[in-house]
Every structure is written in structure tokens, then in C-alpha cells.
């Protein structure tokens, strides 16, 4: 039964070129959105680490704001995610680079967590807080460039 809806999909995705057009560009404007708020909110986390207090209670509201827009981006990546792998299962379920891809997607989400962690411990004061958070923040970084990578590779090795 799951064969048979995969294989459906995959056919109307096959034939459709303004569906894929719609949800290739779900995906590019997912990473747009969400990865280019998160990298923006990310130089500004390291920059607010090395400030006075000032910058840091400005730079926690924009934080606050920010963080819709990356879930947005990353819903939209994951919907269009889900709909690129369902219509190409075969070469997607068994390729390495997927499988990393969406390994560093996992440590993206975990990633965000901890930011958001962050941010609380931030708030309230804790040692050494903004040192975590400023960490935190490179990581997150890292992990969205190498993400990008992984599926700029999918792409084009596959």
C-alpha cells in the first residue's frame, strides 16, 4: 500500500512541472527563510557574547522574534523535504549523503534546543551563560552550512 502511494507520487511529481517547480521552491525558500534568519540571528548571538548588557537585553528581544520565522523555514523544508524524498525513494533511501543530510538536520533541531536553553539561562542570569550561547551559536552555524552542503551534494552526487 505504501509502494503503491510512493509510486503514485512519484509519477504526478514526475509530470507535474509547476508542482515541482512549487515544492523545489518550498525547499530553496524554506532554507532562504529559516536558515538565512538563522545564521543573521546566529552573527548577532556571537556579536551580543562579546558586548556590555545593553546589547545583549536588545539583542534577546530580536531573538525572540526571530525564532518564529527559522521554525516557519524549517517547517517548509521539512513538508517539501518529505515530498522530494517521497517521490524518489529509490535513490534517496539508500544513498549516504541523504542519510547525512538529514543526520545534521537531527543536530540542527537538537542544536536549536540548546539555543533556546540558552537563551533561558541567559535570561536568568547563569554563569558563564553567554559564553554557552555564543558556542552554541557557532555551532549552529556550521551545522547550517554543512546541511547546505550535504544537499548541494545530494544533488549533484547523489
Known amino acids: 500500500m505504501l509502494s503503491h502511494l510512493f509510486e503514485s507520487w512519484a509519477s504526478i511529481y514526475a509530470n507535474h512541472a509547476a508542482l515541482r517547480t512549487a515544492i523545489e521552491f518550498m525547499h530553496i525558500g524554506g532554507l ?5 534568519c538563522a545564521v543573521t540571528a546566529d552573527l548577532a548571538t556571537i556579536r551580543a557574547a562579546r558586548e556590555g548588557p545593553g546589547a545583549r537585553t536588545i539583542h534577546l528581544q ?13 517547517a517548509a523544508l521539512a513538508t517539501s523535504g518529505v515530498l522530494l524524498f517521497a517521490a ?10 541523504f542519510w547525512l543530510k538529514m543526520g545534521l538536520v537531527a543536530l540542527l533541531v537538537v542544536n536549536g534546543a540548546l539555543l533556546l536553553a540558552g537563551e533561558r539561562h541567559v535570561q536568568r542570569d547563569a554563569p558563564r551563560a553567554w559564553t554557552r550561547l555564543h558556542y552554541t551559536a557557532i555551532s549552529s552555524l556550521v551545522l547550517w552550512f554543512l546541511t547546505a552542503l550535504a544537499g548541494v551534494t545530494l544533488t549533484n552526487i547523489g
Do not use: E
Open 88 to 97: 524518489d525513494v529509490g535513490t534517496f533511501l539508500y544513498s549516504r549523503i
Open 32 to 36: 532562504l527563510a529559516g536558515g538565512g
Open 62 to 74: 530580536l531573538l525572540k522574534r526571530t525564532h518564529r520565522l527559522v521554525v516557519a523555514g524549517l
